[in-house]
């Protein structure tokens, strides 16, 4: 697979998750709030090779959420004035200067999970609630990788982050590397 267009609040590491697409140079752009130390990332993107959409971690957060609900773009005041803002349309109400963000979806989310029922009911831990959420909705195909797999109706639903609606496919990895990334 080339061409790949990556969302991710970050740009992986070095031989492990994004690390390893961009190694193999499946990755054409990356729409990010942090690159991080990916070796191969700065390489590729350097040498001209890698687009990078360098978007502030809560409006990656708002355009996923965004797309994912079926709002087209908003406004946001966050990167006014800045480079972020560049090429944008941006709009004044009131006394404030706003930047015209446009959502995003994707083909396939990959989202990791602690819980799921079978169904496709999700539970995060911990920060894994920030980004997963949001990724999950925005998804046209939703895969999610859980450690834990019960039967529909064992999980509390006021404790559900993601219902079923969102989830097409989940994945049993009980023993999942949890590298910081």
């Known amino acids: 697979m080339q061409g790949v267009?990556?969302?991710?609040?970050?740009?992986?590491?070095?031989?492990?998750?994004?690390?390893?697409?961009?190694?193999?140079?499946?990755?054409?752009?990356?729409?990010?709030?942090?690159?991080?130390?990916?070796?191969?990332?700065?390489?590729?993107?350097?040498?001209?090779?890698?687009?990078?959409?360098?978007?502030?971690?809560?409006?990656?957060?708002?355009?996923?959420?965004?797309?994912g609900s079926g709002i087209p773009a908003f406004f946001t005041n966050t990167g006014y004035g800045t480079l972020i803002a560049e090429g944008k349309e941006t709009r004044q109400f009131g006394e404030n200067h706003y930047v015209l963000e446009h959502s995003l979806t994707a083909d396939v989310a990959l989202v990791k999970t602690w819980k799921a029922d079978k169904s496709g009911n999700l539970i995060y831990r911990r920060t894994a609630r920030n980004f997963?959420?949001?990724?999950?909705?925005?998804?046209?195909?939703?895969v999610a990788e859980v450690e834990e797999i019960v039967e529909t109706g064992e999980l509390d639903p006021d404790a559900i982050?993601?219902?079923?609606?969102?989830?097409?496919?989940?994945?049993?990895?009980?023993?999942?590397?949890?590298?910081?990334?």
């Open 5 to 67: 267009t990556c969302i991710s609040n970050n740009a992986g590491v070095d031989g492990f998750g994004l690390g390893l697409l961009l190694e193999t140079r499946q990755v054409k752009k990356m729409i990010s709030s942090y690159v991080g130390e990916n070796k191969e990332f700065e390489r590729q993107y350097l040498a001209g090779e890698l687009e990078l959409e360098f978007t502030p971690q809560g409006t990656l957060a708002e355009k996923l959420r965004a797309g």
């Open 132 to 142: 997963n959420p949001m990724c999950a909705m925005a998804g046209r195909i939703t």
């Open 161 to 181: 982050h993601t219902p079923s609606i969102f989830v097409q496919r989940i994945v049993l990895n009980a023993n999942s590397e949890k590298r910081i990334e």
